[in-house]
T-cell receptor, first 105, second 121 residues
Framework: YKLTQPRSVSVALGQTALIACDGS??????VHWYQQRPGQAPLLVIY???NRPSGIPERFSGSNSGNTATMTISRAEDGDEADYYC?????????FGGGTMLTVL | EVQLVESGGGSVRPGGSRRLSCAVS????????FNWVRQAPGKGLEWISS????????YYADSVKGRFTVSRDNAQRSLYLQMSRLRTEDTGVYYC??????????????WGQGTLIAVSS
């Protein structure tokens, strides 16, 4: 099983960023998303495809259907500039997407 | 506050061995599955091993199977990764990771700060 993410996404300050994660019938899986800023450990921002952990702003949301899971960041801020990874559990392994570098312009 | 603190990183020669440890506090250690996730310099995240709460179920990525061994000591609230026959491609930051069970639903919420392994001659 493989997860495919765009290598980079750009978004204007205050606009909406969409980061896709493609996988075969991923809509049937629980997808998690992580944010990683330079020099820091990853931070869980979306779990079970659509839910936000405590402390994560409502600007972060997720959806999952068919072969694509998507994380949406509304009203993008400078602090959202980071690498983002999707993740699923499949065949007794955790799989990560290759990561997407989000640039806030 | 949940804390996961890795130790044991450093420089190792190719073919050598190293043992990583992860000391855990702030959660019911024996109820949690734990994972090791690594990140090569400038690269993405790579899961390498999981161990269930009892230690009865253990899984490895193909890249480390047969060379790495994960274990846990519930009494000591510690997780371990014994690494042998190290290769240059094993270089990276190694994270100790867990989450609320079942992590397949709740994701991996708790990460350590990571420990760096550098494999080089």
């Amino acid at each position: 099983y493989k997860l495919t993410q765009p290598r980079s996404v750009s978004v204007a300050l205050g606009q909406t960023a969409l980061i896709a994660c493609d996988g075969s019938n991923i809509g049937a899986k629980s997808v998690h998303w992580y944010q990683q800023r330079p020099g820091q450990a990853p931070l869980l921002v979306i779990y079970d495809s659509i839910n936000r952990p405590s402390g994560i702003p409502e600007r972060f949301s997720g959806s999952n259907s068919g072969n694509t899971a998507t994380m949406t960041i509304s009203r993008a801020e400078d602090g959202d500039e980071a690498d983002y990874y999707c993740q699923v559990w499949d065949s007794n392994t955790w799989l990560f997407g290759g990561g997407t570098m989000l640039t806030v312009l | 506050e949940v804390q996961l603190v890795e130790s044991g990183g450093g420089s190792v020669r190719p073919g050598g061995s190293r043992r990583l440890s992860c000391a855990v506090s702030g959660l019911a250690f024996s109820n949690h599955e734990f994972n090791w996730v690594r990140q090569a310099p400038g690269k993405g995240l790579e899961w390498i091993s999981s161990i269930s709460s009892t230690g009865g179920n253990i899984y490895y990525a193909d890249s480390v199977k047969g060379r790495f061994t994960v274990s846990r000591d519930n009494a000591q609230r510690s997780l371990y990764l014994q690494m042998s026959r190290l290769r240059t491609e094993d270089t990276g930051v190694y994270y100790c990771v867990t989450g609320s069970p079942p992590t397949t639903v709740w994701g991996l919420e708790y990460w350590g700060q990571g420990t760096l392994i550098a494999v080089s001659s």
